[in-house]
């Protein structure tokens, strides 16, 4: 059964980066307004930063899938539109509705 609240091409694909771990930078969901993008972000998310899920899944209870769940995982950037708007504004503007983690998340035992 698949981690994500559907089963399209789409999911079979994010599955499989995650089982291979050849991540991409970045990713944009992108699609319909109700088809479940910005679920499958933070399900994607939490299963390539969960250390104990298996076979691509999340464990969703780990610290940094509990942090990723409460959008307060520094590794993670969510961007979105402002309520009641239909486009970004202007990044100089500083008006645009995103969060920008305050430094990396640091390994427990330290840098190597």
């Not at 089982?19 to 109700?34: D, E, H, L, S």
């Not at 402002?82 to 503007?93: A, D, M, N, R, V």
Request: with cysteine; charged share 20%; proline share 11%.
């Amino acid at each position: 059964m698949s981690v994500y609240d559907f089963h399209t091409p789409a999911a079979s694909e994010l599955t499989h980066i995650v089982q291979t771990q050849k991540i991409p930078n970045a990713f944009i969901f992108a699609g319909n307004p109700g088809i479940g993008k910005e679920r499958a972000a933070y399900n994607f998310a939490q299963a390539v930063n969960c250390r104990v899920g298996t076979q691509g899944k999340p464990c969703l209870s780990c610290p940094s899938c509990r942090k990723i769940e409460a959008h307060m995982h520094p590794d993670m950037l969510h961007i979105g539109l402002p309520e009641k708007k239909k486009k970004y504004p202007s990044p100089k503007s500083g008006k645009w509705n995103g969060s920008s983690p305050k430094g990396p998340m640091r390994p427990s035992g330290g840098w190597c």
